[in-house]
């Protein structure tokens, strides 16, 4: 519990609200891109899949199934596809008042190609969250309060909102003093003012490789992170690596922390969301940000072996960097 909610008499009912994008992914798989069907005529793949996409799906129903209570803040439309996000969050148990129906626009949904090697190319529709705001956000303050720790996204794919984040986080430490994680997607556009207006408010900022190239101009990982602290940043910052596994700072201190090698990757939807509700969960638990990204790297690993985001996530505790043998894949 936080001074500013101990002093309201408000104790943390949650563990983490999720607010950002909420989107229906219709996976096919296997999906030969350099080789696709002549117009009008039809190419049989193994396996068609529907499922919720987008941060506060993924990173919310990861969390949720690792035995964590979260809220949700985001917009889906008044449709079929909106429907079905609200039905797996009510499944999973998150807490959806935070959630807007939009009676203009249709949910945001994506099509997923999954190539042999797991490998993804999207088709992606951006509906109703065109109107996804800061205001939406400060609107539901009182659940943010609820909650020991807001994960927001992503930085990059919700433009309407980046003007305000500042704002926003700003106004969430003073009122709340919940901890913040901030993620990034897509291709974000380098803008250093916006770092430097944002990173000071922000506990966790940990983007990929790629983002993080676009972000600062930098391309080793210590250059990266150095950027980020030099901007602004307070809290832990790194790189997420994929294969390569993940660089982390905290204060002066650096960690290339590696990957879990899996058997054989079957989707790698979802692994950076994953990746992000590993580190959270340790966070909340009390792993310091080395250990943490250990068991984000473990979270984000066993994600890639079964189609979808949350398909294969399991409980915290199977994840916990001194119990390795209960990791379900192989270490190589």
Not at 74 to 93: A, C, N, P, S, W
Not at 139 to 163: H, K, N, S, V, W
């Amino acid at each position: 519990m936080s001074k500013q909610q101990a002093a309201r008499g408000m104790g943390a009912d949650l563990d983490v609200v999720v607010a950002g994008l909420a989107v229906v992914d219709i996976i096919g798989r296997p999906v030969n891109l350099a080789r696709p069907p002549k117009a009008g005529s039809l190419q049989v793949i193994d396996t068609v899949t529907l499922t919720t996409g987008g941060n506060v799906s993924n990173t919310g129903i990861d969390l949720a199934k690792m035995g964590f209570t979260v809220g949700a803040i985001t917009r889906v439309g008044d449709d079929g596809l909106g429907q079905f996000i609200m039905q797996q969050y009510e499944k999973h148990g998150l807490e959806t008042s935070g959630v807007i129906v939009d009676k203009r626009k249709q949910t945001s949904a994506t099509i997923v190609a999954v190539g042999a090697d797991g490998e993804r190319t999207f088709l992606h529709t951006r509906g109703c969250l065109t109107d996804f705001s800061v205001k939406d956000v400060l609107a539901r303050m009182d659940l943010i309060a609820r909650a020991r720790m807001l994960a927001f996204g992503y930085l990059g794919l919700l433009p309407e909102c980046e003007p305000g984040l500042a704002r926003l986080f700003r106004t969430i430490k003073e009122e709340t003093g919940v901890r913040i994680l901030l993620d990034t997607g897509g291709v974000p556009k380098r803008n250093p003012g916006l770092l430097r207006a944002v990173l000071p408010f922000v506990d966790i900022f940990i983007p990929s490789y790629d983002e993080a190239v676009v972000l600062t101009g930098k391309r080793k990982p210590e250059e990266i992170v150095r950027y980020l602290q030099e901007a602004g940043a307070r809290g832990v910052v790194g790189v997420k690596m994929g294969a390569r596994g993940c660089f982390i700072a905290f204060g002066d201190a650096t960690m290339q922390v590696p990957a879990l090698r899996v058997k054989k990757v079957i989707d790698a939807t979802g692994a950076g969301d994953a990746f992000v509700a590993g580190f959270v969960a340790a966070t909340l638990r009390g792993f310091d940000p080395f250990e943490a990204a250990r068991t984000a790297n473990a979270v984000a690993a066993s994600c890639v072996t079964a189609v979808g985001a949350s398909t294969a996530i399991q409980p915290f505790e199977n994840y916990e960097t001194h119990v390795p043998h209960r990791f379900p894949f192989s270490l190589g």
